[in-house]
């Protein structure tokens, strides 16, 4: 017997009723702020670094799915890849077999990954981090990690207990019994160290949350502090590993860093299949696995599927071939430098900083009397508001998708697919020149809209 199922013809007739499901089936906040803010679009297809709606207008992604979309949307390569394991009818997941796509993409990432031995595959960053986090409490026999002021490292228990945002661990307590250091503060590293119980530090070398890259020289010291003290470091490169900051991984920027365990996802999908990659060196993976009565003492139930582990080759060979980490370097510092340029000439414009295609623009408070009446008034209501002002009409009036860099933070995230061009450097500068333009006009619908979010944030009180 053959079940019929047509995924088009389900899309076409129920499609519409996105938002309406979403509010009824799932978290019920997302439709609410999109709706909110303006973002309620209907995006009927995407390709490269562009969504299109049912009218044929292009929507440019400067945020690829937080960084999901390292390639852009349906990379040719990329959906060849898994179009083929899919046809191969596989014998996956067996469990009791050694497929050799696992292995041929772990060796291939450990290419890319000078000092680093073995791989565990698992599904997301998240869960990345997780491994990282029991595979350095076993081998070093120390139960305290390290994490840094305002980091991120994802949302399960144990990621979530090296957050360094209240807002993502209020009422999830108790959690691992972890320690915040300030990011790039070695003296706090070297005081938590001598305590004799602390496993790792982990550490995002630029952190997602308001673009902040760790000082020259601090990965190094603190690597050298760490390993003096049995301890490991840990770096956290789900968002800026494959390229993204203009090198393979953002470590690999300071001379001499040499992480203990390394954690990327996101990019390494190609945008289709969930996957997170723990990279280690051969005396950790050892040390876990020591016996084949270990053997699956750490393990996940998809993780090495066939279809993950052809999309990572996919990835990796894209990168390779069209010399994605170099492109980087040269349309990031064309895009940083352009928008550094317009510091001088708006006074909401406080910095502009980050590596290769992570940049964050930062707000501040101007110095002109009736602006910096309205900015008062903005930051009295909430602090972010500014942000979210720009990120709106950069939506709804150029069709330009950005974010806001985390809750409270008057910056602004680029996070684009590693292929955007010229071209499109030049569309979001100028759409972001119009912006700053009627911010700096001193009325317009921008200072409308902030109104609306002053409502809403004092309303949410």
């Known amino acids: 017997m053959t079940t019929e199922f047509d995924l088009g013809a389900l899309l076409a007739e129920r499609g519409a009723e996105r938002y309406e499901l979403h509010a009824k089936h799932l978290n019920p906040q997302l439709p609410r702020m999109l709706h909110t803010i303006g973002f309620d679009k209907v995006y009927e297809r995407a390709e490269g670094a562009h969504f299109f709606d049912a009218d044929g207008n292009d929507y440019l992604d400067m945020l690829a799915g937080f960084g999901v979309m390292g390639l852009g949307r349906h990379h040719p390569v990329v959906r060849k890849a898994l179009h083929d394991v899919l046809d191969l009818d596989l014998a996956d997941l067996t469990r009791f077999d050694c497929q050799p796509l696992p292995g041929l993409l772990a060796e291939r990432l450990l290419a890319h990954s000078p000092h680093l031995d073995r791989v565990f595959f698992g599904n997301s960053g998240t869960e990345a981090v997780e491994t990282a986090l029991k595979f350095a409490r076993y081998a070093t026999g120390k139960p305290r990690v390290l994490y840094c002021d305002h980091a991120f490292h994802g949302l399960t228990t144990g990621s979530l207990s090296v957050n360094g945002e209240d807002g993502f661990r209020d009422g999830f307590a108790p959690l691992l019994p972890d320690t915040a250091v300030p990011l790039g503060d070695l003296d706090a590293l070297a005081r938590e160290l001598r305590k004799g119980d602390v496993a790792a530090l982990i550490v995002e070398p630029i952190q997602g949350k308001g673009v902040h890259e760790a000082p020259p020289g601090y990965l190094r010291a603190a690597q050298e502090l760490l390993h003096k003290h049995k301890a490991l470091l840990i770096a956290d490169e789900v968002q800026t590993g494959l390229g993204r900051t203009g090198d393979f991984y953002a470590y690999q920027h300071e001379d001499g860093v040499e992480p203990d365990l390394v954690c990327v996802a996101k990019a390494l999908s190609g945008g289709y299949v969930p996957v997170g990659a723990t990279l280690g060196k051969e005396w950790i993976f050892k040390k876990v696995y020591s016996s084949m009565d270990r053997v699956l003492v750490h393990s996940a139930s998809f993780g090495s599927n066939a279809q993950a582990m052809a999309c990572g080759l996919a990835v990796l060979s894209v990168m390779e071939n069209e010399q994605i980490v170099a492109g980087v370097r040269r349309t990031g510092e064309l895009l940083k430098s352009r928008l550094t340029a317009l510091i001088d000439k708006y006074e909401l414009l406080a910095d502009v900083r980050g590596r290769g295609l992570m940049i964050g623009i930062e707000f501040g408070k101007p110095s002109s009397l009736k602006l910096r009446g309205r900015w008062t008034m903005l930051q009295a209501a909430r602090k972010g508001l500014f942000a979210q002002m720009v990120v709106v009409p950069l939506l709804q009036k150029h069709r330009i998708l950005t974010q806001v860099s985390g809750d409270h933070l008057e910056v602004i995230k680029l996070i684009p697919p590693l292929v955007i061009d010229e071209t499109d450097v030049d569309r979001f500068v100028d ?31």
């Open 431 to 461: 759409a972001f020149i119009a912006v700053m333009d009627d911010a700096h006009s001193g009325g317009g619908l921008m200072w409308d809209f902030g109104k609306t979010l002053i409502k809403q944030a004092v309303a949410n009180r």
